[in-house]
């Protein structure tokens, strides 16, 4: 428009200079002109405006060029997509299959441990019961033989007299079936010690004492075989997929390989180890490691050794509907970085966490006697295990903690040395003496192998207050006695800790009192002295 403007202005410029000029202008002359001017002018502006319109046009064209291009681009990506999916119809189609046979047999998986939960929870009840009527029969049959013998060597003959009938039979037959026990042992210590072609050393109340009588032993016997033949009757008329931690891994394991990343968006490494816990606790049904026997370890079971090699290699179910070709997956290679990367990585730990630990921690609090040194042996192997697995630090506290409040519980009530006269010393009450303080001697082994390095349990506390009661009670015999005592313990404890150093503070006091007690012109006394003195020189030498 500017253009145009300015053409026109320049026209009548051009037209008022000829008016000018001509001296005479001609009226129809000028109003030819101005028609003729007016007539330019707007053609001008149609051609302006044709112009325009053509450079709109031209616009337009080229932006429906460009949209055509792009949807001709769109056509051929489109096409090409659709012949990229047409060819993986098939693929996705067997992939749907899959999820879809894995949602049927979890969903049927969840079914089968719902209906078998309650009795598998019946089962562990009975076990447990079990375990805890042996361990509680030992308990109190041995503290009834303490009371027996306390009491027939604290008892004048005139008193005696006064118990009941039926207590006096009573009395006599723990006596004799105690005595029965004791001559077992010892025979079969010394055919032992015929064997090995040396002597076995012994001190008197180390022996558990841990024989059932056969009324007992039959009642254990018989529930333990009607346990185990419910238990292997739990999951028969279940399939091999749903019977089995192998059969589930299996069948799992397979999804694994061949749908990694289904597996892992469908959460399956968080959930396995709840799926699993049941098949591992209905396989560890009658497991006790504090007996002696169904003590096997379980890293050595069968559920242990499959869970290692979950997505190692699998085996397709015996059951499965699904076609040869898509099991014949292999696993990677085992490197470092699939270790690394490895969804299921924690999957033993957390069976560990949430199986192994809760169950030792029912043992413990119900059916362990701490004055069994086998037992504790084999708990303080379990600890150094579950210290070392990574995610138990939870339940590890729990089991530490069981344990402390037994071993409290057995220092309270089963540490029992009697403060005798130096008749009864020297007469029966010296083997009943000695008895007791093989019996503390014992349960200071238990403490002290449970209160190792890495001492998850802090159970030095506990050894301390044990070697304080016992050094307390072996005040008040004779010197021989002090000196026994003080070397018992001195030889019980560990050569390397810290905790040797302070409690042999407390045993040097008790060898000093010993020594004063001791007469060195007595060569009834001569083995005491050295004894003594050797406990004095060993405190003296950590200090």
Known sequence: MDTLTTFNRVQLSVIGMRLIRQKDPDENYIGLTLRSVLCIKTKIIKIGR??????????????????????????????????????????????YKRAQAIRGFLTDLIECLDEKMPQLEALEARALA?????????????????RDQAQDVLTTPGRAANLKPSENEEKTRRA?????????????????AAAAGAALPHRDGDSSDDELPPQELHHYTTERDSIRAASAQLFSDALPAWRSV????????????????????????????????????????????LADEDNE????????????????????????????????????PVTETTVRDDPDLMLVPAIVSRVVLPKLTELVTYAWDPLVVRACVRLRG?????????????????????????????????????????HVLEGAGGAFWRRCLGA?????????????????????????????????????????????????LCDTLPRDAALRARALARLAALATLALSRLDTDNPLHLKALEQARVVIAEARAVE
């Open 50 to 95: 044709r112009n325009s319109e053509l450079q709109e046009l031209r616009v337009e064209r080229d932006a429906t060029s460009t949209t055509q291009k792009e949807l001709r681009d769109r056509l051929l990506t489109s096409a090409r997509i659709r012949e990229s999916r047409a060819a993986r119809c098939g693929e996705l189609d067997a992939a």
């Open 297 to 332: 370890d379980y890293e050595k079971m069968d559920w242990y050794k499959c869970l290692m090699m979950y997505g190692v290699r699998w085996e397709r179910p015996a059951d499965s509907s699904e076609s040869a070709s898509d099991d014949e997956v292999e696993p990677p």
């Open 246 to 289: 192998s059969g589930v891994c299996g069948r799992l394991a397979g999804w694994r390989a061949r749908a990694p990343d289904l597996y892992s968006d469908a959460y399956v490494a968080a959930c396995l180890p709840r799926l699993l816990a049941p098949y591992v606790r209905h396989e560890l049904i009658l497991w006790n490691p």
């Open 176 to 192: 004799a079936e105690r005595e029965g026990r004791r001559r077992a042992r010892r025979l079969k210590r010394e055919a032992a």
């Open 382 to 422: 379990a600890l150094l295990r579950a210290a070392a697995t990574p995610q138990c630090r939870a339940p590890l506290r729990r089991l530490s903690t069981a344990i402390r409040a037994r071993l409290s519980a057995a220092l309270g009530a089963d540490v029992f040395l009697p403060a005798l006269p130096p």
């Open 130 to 146: 079990l375990h805890k009527r042996r361990c509680e029969f030992l308990i109190e049959r041995r503290r009834a033989d303490l």
């Open 440 to 488: 503390g001697v014992r349960l200071l082994r238990a403490t002290l192998a449970l209160a190792g390095p890495p001492a998850p349990l802090y159970a030095d506390p506990l050894v301390l207050s044990l070697i304080d009661t016992l050094c307390c009670g072996a005040g008040a015999a004779g010197g021989p006695y002090i000196a026994a005592a003080a070397v018992a």
